[in-house]
């Protein structure tokens, strides 16, 4: 209950920090969910993200929040036992960023900090996996390295080639991510 509590409370300071006139990007991208050591126990998809972005002035450092939910899906093309998995996530991730390069329109940045994910699924059974509903919370450290650049002066691309996740019980995500702040 409390972590609802945190991610409801996470969401809805979200909306009010869009709602001021800070760096509010909207993006979508492709993400890959490890749930466990097992092989079977991964899928990938569709996340959609909003990232709120601060730079402290005249400083390299900074800070973000970002909110993803993600839609993943993963059939296992098995002779004997074919296998498919259903799986949606919410994750929110506020970090710190460090500002490697900083030139005219273009950032590079690196970031770290904690995440908290919701993920609910289905495993779709067979004889070696039993059909199975998936409600868990997970916790973690999320580490990531992106930059932007500035098309004009009211148009701004994000671009996070790499994000990872590392969280308990082996819990391990990728993502891809395409920004836009209008």
Do not use: C
């Amino acid at each position: 209950m409390f972590l609802r509590i945190v991610l409801i409370g996470s969401l809805v300071t979200m909306l009010s920090i869009s709602q001021t006139k800070a760096q509010v990007f909207f993006g979508a991208g492709y993400t890959h969910v490890k749930f466990s050591d097992r092989e079977t126990d991964a899928s990938g998809g569709l996340t959609i993200a909003t990232h709120y972005h601060h730079q402290v002035e005249d400083s390299k450092l900074g800070w973000q929040v970002a909110l993803n939910v993600g839609m993943m899906y993963e059939q296992f093309q098995d002779e004997a036992f074919p296998y498919q998995s259903y799986f949606s996530d919410l994750d929110i991730i506020p970090s710190l960023t460090y500002r490697l390069i900083h030139r005219d329109k273009i950032n590079l940045y690196a970031s770290a900090g904690p995440f908290l994910s919701w993920t609910v699924g289905i495993r779709d059974g067979n004889l070696d996996h039993p059909l199975s509903h998936i409600d868990e919370w997970r916790a973690g450290i999320d580490v990531g390295l992106g930059f932007d650049y500035a098309l004009f002066e009211k148009l701004q691309l994000k671009i996070m080639p790499f994000t990872f996740q590392y969280g308990n019980n082996n819990y391990q995500q990728y993502s891809s991510v395409l920004y836009i702040r209008l």
